[in-house]
């Protein structure tokens, strides 16, 4: 996460703590000695500890740039093209030839220039939305912050429909993308994904779009406003903000800005739990019951279920690693997920559910639950603990049965460690 932090751009200061949690280190003494029936989900309904979209402001920030293109105001955010009147967008071939891997140059029938007068304005964009408008949820995770940054319903059209703008494309295998950068090459922060990504999408999977509504409005400056470029499957360094270029190449090869920072730029979003911070650091009395919740993010391998695991700790335990055999064992006892809301409550007004893709179209309920690159809470009480100091941590179980943060435990293709919370019983 260093990186990011070092950036100074993390605002919420939840990812802060998390990652401070993690650190810290405890020594185990004993198994907890709870009565497991007491442990048991209970039927309540779990309270919602976010709500379910997040609203534009209250995102974790992750946005390079000095200044941050989304600090410009006035004239320079005009002279910047990051208003909705001055938006352009371009569209270019890569004139790269490279033996071995590169033997001949991609091209386009038309580009998009600014230079020409053929760059793509936002008119011409929503224009291509009334024929081509794609609705999704979706979490936004960076790669390297162990907390979601939030969850938002995007609107735009697929790239592409956008790229069929250039008519016949020829010897394209990658499609890059790029933001406003202060005119500055240093600044660049470019990501990309592959021919076949951009114009096959299979069925019930979810295009790669250029959004221009965030939860039905307008995207704002600091989301990437006024177009945006939404990977869904992906971490957030896909998902490419203030978006003013896309350049198609021959070069089979990845360099996406996050590949120069040992990320793996070819990753997608883990199946993982994430921990709300209460109950840490706080003190229960016994018989008083003690909630825990969380976030549960689902990313393609998709969510079974999520599970905590209690136990009794001494004054200073050491870490536990992820793969530690008293961590596997467990016990680890379901916690309650959220059901599917109600969702003419929570999409804004005018969108329905059966509109949204990932959802059936007769019924307007999500086709998977939690609806997959998205994200729902989740909680668990916990009862009949004696005195003493105590860990609780939670992981996600995927479809394929593989506990958090298995099968992957590299962590530069996605942070989703354990996390832990620590409390004690009085
Ligand atoms: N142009 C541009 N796009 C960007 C970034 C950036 O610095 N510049 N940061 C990326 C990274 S690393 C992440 S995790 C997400 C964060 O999105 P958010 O700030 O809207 O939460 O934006 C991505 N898109
Ligand atoms: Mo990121």
Known sequence: MGEDLKSGSITRRDFINAGAACATTLAITETVSANLADSAPSQKTPPLSKPFLTPGKDFGDVSRGDPKPHKLTG????KAKLT???WRLEITADPFVKEPHTKVPATLAKSLTIADGTALDFNQLLELGKKHEVHFLKAMQCLNIDSPLGQGL????PLREVLKLCGRMNNVRRIYYWGFHNNDAKQVFKSSVTYTNAMETPPNELPVFLAYKLNGEAISPERGGPVRMIVPWS?????IKWLQHIFVTNDPRNNDTYATGNNDPESFLK??????????????????????????????SGVKRVEYWVRKVGDKPPTLGDDSPELLQGPWIPCELQEQPDWNNILPEGINANKVLGFDKKTGKALSWPLRYSMCSYSATIKGLKEGQYEVRARSVDLNDFAQPEPRPTQKSGRNGIQVRRFEIT
């Not at 004239?75 to 005009?78: G, H, S």
């Not at 971490?235 to 998902?239: D, N, R, V």
């Open 271 to 300: 199946s993982a739990a994430y921990m709300d911070k209460s109950p840490d650091g706080k003190k229960f009395k016994v018989g008083e019951a003690v909630d825990i919740s969380g976030t549960v993010i689902s990313g393609p």
């Open 235 to 239: 971490h957030g360094y896909k998902s």
């Open 75 to 78: 004239d320079a955010q005009a």
């Open 154 to 157: 995007w609107t735009g059209v």
């Open 84 to 86: 909705p009147d001055t």
